[in-house]
Structure formats: C-alpha cells, structure tokens
C-alpha cells in the first residue's frame, strides 16, 4: 500500500515534468518540425517556444481539473443508549399524586379559605 502511494504521488508531482521530458526525448523533431521560429535562426529557439506552449497547455489542465472538483463532506454523528427500565422510576397515577416524604407530611398550607382578589380599579 505505501508503495503504490509512493507511486501515485510521484506521479502527480512528474506531470508537469512530462513535456520537459518530451521535449528531451524528441529535440531534434521538434527543434526542426515544430519550432515556429525556424525561419529566424538568430533567435536560437530550437523549440523552445512549442516547450513553453506545451507547459502552458499542462498547467492550463491541472487549473481546469481543480476548478471542476468540488468536495463534500458530510459527517453524521450517531448516538444510542438503550434505556432499561431499571433506571426510569415508574409510577401509576394515583402513586404520583400521593408522593410521602418527612416534608409532605410536615408541611401544611393553612390559607385555603381565603380567596385572591385583585386590587379594584
């Protein structure tokens, strides 16, 4: 697996090297057939400038492959706890209403008769 990483990514990193190479491997062609500036022998082109668009054309391409990808990344976080019926308290109606604690039974409200009427205008 590192390997095939290690290979992929030499080359990503050889392909704007590639029309250098070219450019090597076929300079006698290119330098006598696709010079533009063969009639003119004392610039001493000898292909460069077919070199120069070929590189422009290579970047041009890369620019264009990483203006059309667009990435996305969605995350989805889930959680679940199974609830047991051992943690949950349940009660029946009549339990909850009638709930005996030492407070319950000390407290006692004593003003039930007297009725809240609001101030008169």
């Known amino acids: 697996m590192k390997i095939a990483a290690i290979f992929l990514s030499l080359f990503l990193l050889s392909k704007p090297l590639l029309p ?25 082109c ?5 070199l120069a668009k070929q590189i422009v054309k290579a970047g041009d391409s890369e620019n ?6 667009s990435f996305k ?7 679940f706890q199974e609830t047991t019926h051992n943690d949950a308290v349940l009660l029946s109606k009549d339990e909850n209403l009638k709930i005996s604690t030492s407070y319950n039974n000390t407290y006692k409200f004593h003003y039930t008769d007297v009725v809240f009427h609001p101030p008169l205008a």
């Open 64 to 69: 264009s492959n990483e203006k059309n990808q």
């Open 46 to 50: 000898n292909g460069k400038c077919h």
């Open 20 to 44: 250098l190479l070219e450019y090597a491997a076929f300079y006698d062609y290119i330098k006598n057939e696709l010079c533009e500036n063969k009639e003119a022998p004392e610039l001493q």
């Open 73 to 79: 990344v969605e995350i989805s976080i889930v959680y």
